[in-house]
């Protein structure tokens, strides 16, 4: 048997695994005993990794060939990969020479490794010249990356895991720690059990088994946290719980938030959430007092359009109690995706360029052009996720790549995307699964390796780079995603007259020791790092300067923050309601999120029959009141509607929510809910899954749709 150390390729936890296998197929997996984000441990779904790996299924749900049309109305056809490359390269050097570099465009993953990202990021911005380059991070974390940069000057997590067992408030915003971050809670489990006085918050609209838990459950009506953590500041204010040396000496910007509290005072602020003053002032008066103060948060703060805001003002609450930079507390966004952070670190976005660089910031982009060797990186801000389709639809942009992902099922608004993916000249997708509902639409399949095949890094939430490793070989004619964008680009680089960036890379390795080497000086500089120190001393956190002995496990320690003059800024943000108003016509509030078991759109963790038990197919929650009002009784199927979409689901009385809220698990595609719908009066609505009902509008900054809240109709059928 073969052991091989590698890590979780679910979520940003990123905890360590050994895969074991028999050098050709993996037999079992079991958590790294020496990895600091698990310590052995694993999750329901980390724990059966190897069952998505079996042969049998591989056979089944693998794209194992290069497959391609020529026209729409046929099917697609094997052939090899060179005939394929070089298609796809005429194709896109004939749209790039009659429509410009901006009419093709890249839609990548958070699940990519660090180097898949950095050579899609280079062939977007620095072959091609285009930065019409996003990823589904979009719909992830870039809420979390505007807040931090506007408050801290950086998009950097100030804190570690070790914080949980050093805090005396951890105060959850926003997230359901024990289903999405599980490891994690079991962690704070833990601290609890070892510190009888640690005291935990959680912030969310429903019940959820984490909220259950909590010392205190704020149940907000969604969307209210800005007026929350106002509110809370207010009393801080108030009771004279604020640092006011830590504001004076380190932060600016705080007279004029003050002045934007002070409405906030806790009747008003109970009004506007929806909650018990007394419990308001409870939670103001913990956070206030308290000698270390975490907040951990994820998608309840980040899918909303005001996901800047809300993170800014949590991020105020830190900063007004000087509750950041030293053990146990700080600011803690959660990663919703294994490596959401490394393709943030490559630039891999449409606003981003490497090492945290700007794309807005001139001087960064003669930076980066300076590192590729090319004349220059473009200017114009590519389009962001929800931007992106739009383009597609509109005809603006014709060729689309999307790598590792599934927008088909995950973007908001169905609608959209299918109408871009149908309008598009051309669909490439590259996958490693081909039941996918994007694959549908792919005019070309490019097969990819995935999880115990490929060889790469990571960075998990606490900034902790960790090897992943392959223990076998990819089925079929698979590549890894580096080398097949690689090779593209080589091949499109003799088809365009430019010069060109050096695309010459040989294992995976010589990519990340570039995306090392461009970090020099930033604040993620791991310029001491190295694939062989990683192997000799295991998974490392950034910073990892030249001359550092070891990396950094706490930012701020010194109160220097990111920005041009070292203070952190207090953001004056307004408190803006959900876009979407709840109308007689449509009176719920629908909100989404993670079941226990599954993970995003369930390509593979719905592989495996045991991961079902705790949820075994899609339904609706609503509350036992709300249902009798109209007649529903638990397992009654009902129909679930607003202008975007519409789909039939089973009907679930739940305990943890409020009167005219509602909950879909966002794992269900259209293979499990789709299905076109003939009412009587002839109208044919097509069912794509829970995204098809969720609202596109997005955040002004970050640019992140509001999948958090949708107003829908429910109808018993
Ligand atoms: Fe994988 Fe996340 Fe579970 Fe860890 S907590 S085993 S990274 S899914």
Redesign the pocket.
Known sequence: MHETQS?????????G?IIESDGTQVTGVR?DPAHP??FG???????NLHLTAQPVLQQQVRALYPEMRTARDQDRERVDWETCLESMADKFATCIQAHGADSVGFYISGQLLTEDYYVFNKLAKGLIGTNNIDSNSRLCMSSTVAGYKQSLGADAPPCSYEDIELADLIFIAGSNTAYA????YRRIEQARENNPHLKVVVVDPRRTDTAREADLHLAILPGTDVALFHGMLHLCLWEDLIDTAFIAAHTEGFAELKQTVRDFTPAFTAQICGIAEKDLIQAARWFGLSKAALSLYCQGLNQSSAGTAKNSALINLHLATGQIGKPGAGPFSLTGQ?NAMGGREVGGMANLLSAHRDLSNPEHRAEVAALWNIPSVPDQPGKTAVELFEAVRTGEIKIIWIVCTNPAQSMPDQNLIRAALEKAELVIVQEAYRNTATVAYADILLPASTWSEKSGTVTNSERRISRVRAAIAAPGEAHHDWQIATKFAQILAKKLNKTQPDFSYTNPETIWDEHRDSTAGRDLDITGLSYSLLEEKGPQQWPYPADAKAGQQRLYENHQFATSNGKARFINCAYVATTEKITPRHPFALNTGRLRDQ?HGMSRTGLVAQLYAHAPEPCIEMTAQDMQRRFIQDGDFVEVSNQRGTQILIAKASDQLKAGQSFIAMHWGEEFVSGTLHSDDGISKTLFGVNSLCNPAFDPISKQPELKHSAVKITKL
């Open positions: 890590n979780c390729c679910y979520c940003g936890v990123g905890c695994v958590g984000a698990n441990k694993l999750c329901s779904k980390g724990s971050h599980p490891i994690l294994p993970w």
